[in-house]
């Protein structure tokens, strides 16, 4: 029987990469093993990666000689960086450019660099829709994303560049989900007018990953875009309705007044926002259904993910 393949997994402990690793481990055919990179072996949640069966390392990725031990003999490598944990996305370009490195010299078969579009490419700087942040950004969590396509292909890395969608759990963690409005009716809000947001159930995002490392190599040098569903802000008020028994409206505020809200990165999520909204086609389309459930036949849809989560989803 030839060896298991090692998949070193960036952000294990997180939403993206926490998905591969269980879907690796779950994986009945058993062609891949997990190994999780965690900046701390100890915490509860490396620890629980450990049982359920991933190797676990320590790595972080602001220093490319951890990384490059991490990645040794590794077949694949799953790529993802924290814009929310620092906000800078000159630091997140630098820690793509290690991964894209550490890739290299580790001689890594096959890299999946999670990343999203370089909004300039559609709204130049120049463009006064919105406003321009931090100088040369109109997305600055995207922007630094999509510029950083560039260095795993300059490092020659095969490399798969795999576009995510906005998680249906923001709804839970980062706050995004319903608020009672002044007369106590719940309210989303946010700039998408009628337009369909791309949407995923974040633990479907490892899911496709595994997909497509199992598809022996047929997207290599290719973008792959995933989502669950596209809603519009009334369908996903609808679902959420549906599912928590109590009103939920839409609230589609202007861009202008989403930037304003005054929570930290308000400015960068109205910018993408308003890019998702006015240039739909191309961001939707960019995400096919398809081919996302051919990547993991499991893919939830929101109402799937709603059963399984609503009571998480704080409403205050
Ligand atoms: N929220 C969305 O809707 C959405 C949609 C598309 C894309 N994204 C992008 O997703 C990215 C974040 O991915 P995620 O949601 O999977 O992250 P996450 O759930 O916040 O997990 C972050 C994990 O990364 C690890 N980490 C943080 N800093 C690290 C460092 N310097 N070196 C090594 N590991 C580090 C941490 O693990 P340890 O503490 O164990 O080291 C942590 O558990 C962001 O860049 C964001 O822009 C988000």
Not at 215 to 233: D, Q, R
């Amino acid at each position: 029987m030839s060896p298991k393949k090692v998949i070193a997994v960036v952000g294990a402990t997180g939403a993206q990469g926490g998905g591969l690793v269980r879907a690796i481990l779950n994986d009945k055919s058993g062609e891949f093993t997990a190994r999780a990179i965690t900046r701390d072996v100890n915490s509860p949640k490396a620890k629980e990666l450990a049982t359920l069966g991933a190797e676990v390392v320590a790595a972080d990725v602001d220093e490319l000689d951890s990384l490059t031990r991490a990645f040794a003999d590794a077949y694949g490598a799953f790529c993802v960086t924290f814009f929310w944990a620092h906000f800078s996305p000159e630091r997140e370009a630098a820690e793509a450019a290690n991964m894209a490195k550490a890739a290299k010299k580790a001689g890594v078969k096959h890299v999946i660099w999670s990343t999203l579009e370089d909004t300039r490419r559609w709204i130049p700087l120049s463009d006064n829709r919105m406003p321009t942040l931090k100088d040369k950004y109109k997305v600055p969590h995207f922007d630094a994303k999509g510029e950083s396509n560039k260095v795993f292909l300059e490092q020659g890395v095969p490399t798969t560049l795999l576009h995510t969608s906005f998680y249906w759990d923001n709804f839970i963690y980062f706050g995004a989900g319903p608020k009672p409005g002044p007369d106590g009716v719940l309210a989303l809000s946010f700039p998408m007018g009628d337009k369909p947001l791309p949407g995923i159930a974040a633990e479907d995002i490892g899911k496709c990953a595994l997909g497509i490392f199992k598809a022996n190599g047929e997207y290599i040098g290719k973008s792959v875009g995933i989502a669950g569903e596209h809603l519009t802000g009334t369908q996903l008020a609808a679902g959420l309705s549906r599912a928590l028994g109590r009103e939920v409206r839409y609230n589609d505020v202007p861009p202008e007044v989403y930037r304003s809200f005054g929570f930290p990165g308000a400015d960068d999520m109205g910018n993408m926002f308003q890019f998702k909204r006015d240039f739909n086609s191309a961001f939707v389309g960019a995400r096919s259904l398809e081919v996302s459930r051919r990547l993991n036949p499991e893919l939830q849809t929101f109402d799937r993910w709603l059963d399984r989560n609503k009571s998480k989803i704080p409403l205050e």
